[in-house]
């Protein structure tokens, strides 16, 4: 079992930064990769960045690409994600989760999730 607890959530206006954490705790040393999604209300849980565990290799969303940067800290067993350059259609519940599917961009292969953390970006 892994288990994962989401930080940093919060309410920006549109053109700022924010930064969430993900600490992992438990049989992480079998995740393959870590990713984060969002889910806005009525919307299905929505791929934003990924990396695998070792190697370092990141995947990101092209709604997302040049603002967000996600980045791991493999002592701490934390996962990070940057979010710059904020606009209010990133707002939304944002998700870390583990999986041991290479198949980095898509929930259902997903085995771990956090509880979410909210952030509202104002226009």
């Known amino acids: 079992q892994v288990q994962l607890v989401e930080s940093g959530g919060g309410a920006v206006q549109a053109g700022g930064s924010l930064r969430l954490s993900c600490a992992a705790s438990?049989?992480?040393?079998?995740?393959?990769?870590m990713g984060w999604f969002r889910q806005a209300p009525g919307k299905e849980h929505e791929f934003v960045a990924g990396?695998?565990?070792?190697?370092?290799?990141?995947y990101y969303a092209d709604s997302v690409k040049g603002r967000f940067t996600i980045s791991r800290d493999n002592a701490k067993n934390t996962v990070y994600l940057q979010m710059n350059s904020l606009k209010p259609e990133d707002t939304a519940v944002y998700y870390c989760a583990g999986t041991y599917s290479s198949d980095i961009t898509t929930a259902s292969e997903y085995s771990y999730w956090g509880q979410g953390t909210q952030v509202t970006v104002s226009s």
């Open positions: 990396i695998r565990w070792r190697g370092g290799s990141t």
């Open positions: 438990g049989r992480t040393f079998s995740i393959y990769a």
